[in-house]
């Protein structure tokens, strides 16, 4: 067992965990776009960066390919974190404004502007469908091609592929393809509109109780603890 | 496999796509690196390309098949790797050094002149399929600017007129050996 700190919580996890793994087993809740339980991780986002060390020489490490050890001082919200992550929310939506996924994650994160011009790219290059292809569905149909600026993810000379069985996974898991929810307002490049809701604790007890998402423990808590 | 500098891979005249070819090479990398965990791809693709002077796509499968790797995995080293070309190369290749000493000293000039001649557009190959020009950023000579790397040599301190006799000379040596 490994023994670190985890947002000022003494915790400790099994040797090899990353710390993704630590701090979504301990209920803390980090931003990821190219990660999935299932996938090895792959650190293309950059969202689910943390804070390690003592604070003044802190670093920031991308927390699902960083394993725990001994004695770290890992910190996954705090100040500087949060603003490198809402720059970064910034700079995907700009990428691709399009995506409900990170239409969401800047309504979360109270991103209210976007100050890059829209690129309206069809694509992130998280490499979840590559991956998702090969180590799932073992198919391998998919892979990054070219480098650089000019990096996409194609078939092999961009013919329909022999090994695709049509299955349909890439698309499930890909953040770009789910299309974002309009609404009445009119078109822009950030959506926002979840950007007024407030967390439901709010209307039952005086302070945020936690900061789970769904949250349901105060909805289980209503009739033990009406203090307000 | 260690660098693959060899002039006179280049010199080869051209060939049909033979796969008979390809399974030789396939054949004696499997018996250089069998006791490897990691296969070396790359290596295969580099003894394709230095036949060739591309990457067949016809290769590409064979590999494929014969090394049971996937078509995507070859096709994206092919792709991130400047030196595999998925087009057919001319026999002499010409990188222009288009780096800041170089430019400072008249690359663009040198480029222009060996356009003109050789009526090539940089990153092409010319249509009798003897030249392919491509423009680099450095090549780490920047003492010898204005640089041109003809076939793997380094010619430096080019000025138009060594530019004709450079590509003069070759344009002989082609029509005696053609």
Known sequence: MVNFTLNGLEVSVEKGTTLLEAADFYGIEI??????KGLSPYGACRLCLVEIGTPGRSRLVSSCTYQAREGLNVRTHSERVIKARKLLIEMYVALCPSSKVIQCLASKYHVTKVRFSPKHEDCILCGLCV??????????AI??????GRRLVSTPFAKKSEDCRLCGACIYICPACQTRCQG????????????????PCLEKFEDVMCYMDPCVACELNTDKKPNK | MGLRTNPKACYR????????????IINQIIDKYKDDEDVPYISILQDINDEYR???EEALYRVSQKMEVSMSHLYSLATFYK??????????????????ACHVRGASRILEKVTRDLQVKPGKTSENGKFSLET????????????????GKYVGKLTLNKIEKMLGGNHEKDNKTS
């Open chain 2, 13 to 24: 005249s051209y060939m049909k796509v033979d796969l008979t070819k390809i399974d030789q």
């Open chain 1, 131 to 140: 991956r998702m292809c090969d180590e799932q569905m073992q198919a391998k």
């Open chain 1, 143 to 148: 892979s990054f091609v070219n480098r650089g």
């Open chain 2, 54 to 56: 591309y990457l067949p």
């Open chain 2, 136 to 151: 680099v950023n450095c090549v780490g000579a920047c003492a010898q600017g204005p640089l041109v790397v003809f076939d």
């Open chain 1, 31 to 36: 931003p990821t776009l190219c990660h999935d």
């Open chain 1, 184 to 199: 009445p307002q009119e078109e822009n490049i950030l959506c926002n509109a979840c950007l007024n809701l407030e967390p």
């Open chain 2, 83 to 100: 030196c595999f070309s998925l087009v057919p190369k001319g026999e002499h290749e010409i990188q222009v050094c288009m780096g800041t």
